[in-house]
């Protein structure tokens, strides 16, 4: 079993793009740290497939 090395912080970022239907990608202002970390969990994945 493989496990992932990404880590997701607990940001507010994540909570108030979620709360309007959103991705960090989506959502604005843009937050850079919580975009990089699901850019790094969703490269980690690909590769693992």
Not at 4 to 26: C, M, N, P, W, Y
């Amino acid at each position: 079993m493989n496990l992932l090395t990404a880590q997701i912080g607990q940001r507010k970022a994540f909570s108030d793009a979620s709360g309007q239907g959103l991705t960090v990608h989506e959502a604005s202002p843009k937050n850079r740290e919580a975009i990089a970390e699901i850019d790094a969990l969703i490269d980690e994945i690909r590769i693992t497939e």
